[in-house]
Protein backbone atom coordinates (compact mmCIF):
# COMPACT_ATOMS: atom_id res chain seq x y z
CA UNK A 1 0.00 0.00 0.00
CA UNK A 2 0.93 3.46 -0.83
CA UNK A 3 0.15 6.38 1.06
CA UNK A 4 1.60 10.11 -0.61
CA UNK A 5 0.82 13.52 0.37
CA UNK A 6 -0.91 15.43 -2.53
CA UNK A 7 -2.26 18.23 -0.99
CA UNK A 8 -1.87 20.90 1.95
CA UNK A 9 -4.19 23.27 3.34
CA UNK A 10 -3.14 26.89 3.71
CA UNK A 11 -5.14 29.13 6.00
CA UNK A 12 -5.29 32.40 4.64
CA UNK A 13 -7.34 35.73 5.05
CA UNK A 14 -6.54 36.87 1.82
CA UNK A 15 -7.46 34.76 -0.88
CA UNK A 16 -6.26 37.04 -4.02
CA UNK A 17 -3.29 38.24 -1.78
CA UNK A 18 -2.21 34.82 -1.11
CA UNK A 19 -2.41 33.64 -4.24
CA UNK A 20 -0.42 36.85 -5.86
CA UNK A 21 2.32 35.74 -3.36
CA UNK A 22 2.68 32.26 -4.24
CA UNK A 23 2.48 32.82 -7.82
CA UNK A 24 4.13 35.85 -8.67
CA UNK A 25 6.65 36.10 -5.51
CA UNK A 26 7.19 32.50 -4.73
CA UNK A 27 7.04 30.74 -8.23
CA UNK A 28 4.13 28.37 -7.31
CA UNK A 29 1.89 27.43 -10.41
CA UNK A 30 -1.72 28.24 -10.29
CA UNK A 31 -3.55 24.59 -11.36
CA UNK A 32 -7.10 25.64 -10.06
CA UNK A 33 -9.02 28.67 -9.11
CA UNK A 34 -12.84 27.62 -8.91
CA UNK A 35 -15.58 29.34 -6.96
CA UNK A 36 -19.06 27.98 -7.73
CA UNK A 37 -20.71 30.90 -5.05
CA UNK A 38 -19.65 33.46 -2.92
CA UNK A 39 -18.87 30.99 -0.13
CA UNK A 40 -16.74 28.69 -1.27
CA UNK A 41 -13.50 29.09 -3.28
CA UNK A 42 -10.82 26.89 -3.35
CA UNK A 43 -7.32 27.83 -5.31
CA UNK A 44 -4.53 24.94 -5.91
CA UNK A 45 -0.84 26.02 -6.24
CA UNK A 46 2.01 23.87 -6.86
CA UNK A 47 5.96 24.89 -6.12
CA UNK A 48 7.79 24.26 -9.19
CA UNK A 49 9.06 20.28 -9.60
CA UNK A 50 6.65 18.96 -6.43
CA UNK A 51 4.08 16.16 -6.56
CA UNK A 52 2.27 17.97 -3.71
CA UNK A 53 0.53 21.08 -4.22
CA UNK A 54 -1.11 23.75 -1.39
CA UNK A 55 -4.69 24.94 -1.41
CA UNK A 56 -6.15 28.14 -0.12
CA UNK A 57 -9.39 29.27 -0.18
CA UNK A 58 -12.79 30.60 1.77
CA UNK A 59 -14.97 27.53 2.67
CA UNK A 60 -12.19 25.18 3.01
CA UNK A 61 -10.87 24.98 6.63
CA UNK A 62 -11.65 26.68 10.11
CA UNK A 63 -8.08 26.91 10.58
CA UNK A 64 -6.74 30.06 11.74
CA UNK A 65 -5.31 32.45 8.75
CA UNK A 66 -1.43 32.21 9.58
CA UNK A 67 -1.62 29.25 11.58
CA UNK A 68 0.57 26.91 9.33
CA UNK A 69 4.22 26.56 10.65
CA UNK A 70 7.21 24.80 8.95
CA UNK A 71 6.23 23.40 6.14
CA UNK A 72 9.05 22.51 4.20
CA UNK A 73 10.39 23.48 0.77
CA UNK A 74 13.02 20.77 -0.26
CA UNK A 75 15.15 22.44 -2.78
CA UNK A 76 18.77 21.37 -4.68
CA UNK A 77 20.42 25.01 -4.49
CA UNK A 78 19.88 26.85 -1.00
CA UNK A 79 21.68 29.50 -1.81
CA UNK A 80 20.19 30.02 -5.18
CA UNK A 81 16.85 29.45 -4.18
CA UNK A 82 16.85 32.32 -1.32
CA UNK A 83 18.36 34.39 -4.19
CA UNK A 84 15.48 33.97 -6.23
CA UNK A 85 13.21 34.54 -3.88
CA UNK A 86 15.03 37.83 -2.49
CA UNK A 87 14.77 39.16 -6.05
CA UNK A 88 11.21 38.60 -6.38
CA UNK A 89 10.46 40.60 -2.75
CA UNK A 90 10.55 37.49 -0.58
CA UNK A 91 11.79 38.27 3.27
CA UNK A 92 14.18 35.04 3.52
CA UNK A 93 16.20 34.40 6.33
CA UNK A 94 19.73 33.89 6.71
CA UNK A 95 21.02 30.45 5.80
CA UNK A 96 22.12 28.65 8.85
CA UNK A 97 22.91 24.93 8.74
CA UNK A 98 23.17 22.25 11.86
CA UNK A 99 26.37 21.85 13.96
CA UNK A 100 27.75 19.20 14.64
CA UNK A 101 26.24 17.75 11.89
CA UNK A 102 27.87 14.21 13.19
CA UNK A 103 25.82 14.23 16.45
CA UNK A 104 23.54 17.08 15.84
CA UNK A 105 21.87 18.66 19.36
CA UNK A 106 19.60 21.56 17.97
CA UNK A 107 22.29 24.03 17.42
CA UNK A 108 22.63 26.30 14.12
CA UNK A 109 25.69 27.76 12.99
CA UNK A 110 25.40 30.88 9.77
CA UNK A 111 25.66 30.19 6.56
CA UNK A 112 25.11 26.91 4.15
CA UNK A 113 26.68 23.71 5.73
CA UNK A 114 30.34 23.55 4.56
CA UNK A 115 29.92 19.92 2.88
CA UNK A 116 26.38 20.92 1.36
CA UNK A 117 24.94 17.58 3.08
CA UNK A 118 21.72 16.57 2.60
CA UNK A 119 19.42 17.90 5.24
CA UNK A 120 21.61 20.04 6.72
CA UNK A 121 20.72 23.45 5.76
CA UNK A 122 17.73 25.75 6.15
CA UNK A 123 16.29 29.34 5.71
CA UNK A 124 12.73 30.98 6.78
CA UNK A 125 10.27 32.88 5.15
CA UNK A 126 6.12 33.56 5.65
CA UNK A 127 3.33 34.50 3.83
CA UNK A 128 1.90 37.53 4.32
CA UNK A 129 -0.60 35.85 6.96
CA UNK A 130 2.14 34.54 8.76
CA UNK A 131 2.57 31.07 7.20
CA UNK A 132 5.80 29.56 7.82
CA UNK A 133 7.86 27.60 5.10
CA UNK A 134 11.64 26.40 5.51
CA UNK A 135 13.71 25.84 2.54
CA UNK A 136 15.70 23.03 3.28
CA UNK A 137 18.87 21.81 1.14
CA UNK A 138 18.75 18.11 -0.60
CA UNK A 139 20.70 17.00 -3.83
CA UNK A 140 23.06 19.57 -4.05
CA UNK A 141 25.56 17.48 -5.86
CA UNK A 142 23.21 15.44 -7.72
CA UNK A 143 21.76 18.95 -9.16
Same mark, same amino acid.
Given at each position: ?? /????? #? ?13 ? %?? &?????? !?? !???? @????? %?? &??? =? ?9 ? *? ?10 ? @???? %? %??? #? *? ?6 ? *? ?18 ? +?????? !? =? ?8 ? !? /?????? @????? &? *? +? ?5
Amino acid at each position: MK /FSIEV #LTVPVRDVDRALRFY %VD &QVGFAL !DV !DYSP @NGAFR %VV &QLT =PPGSSCSIQIG *EGITDASAGSLR @NAYL %V %VTD #L *EAARHRLL *ERGVQVSDIRHKTPIAAWDG +RFAPGI !D =PARGDYASFA !D /FSDPDG @NSWVL &Q *E +RGYRTA
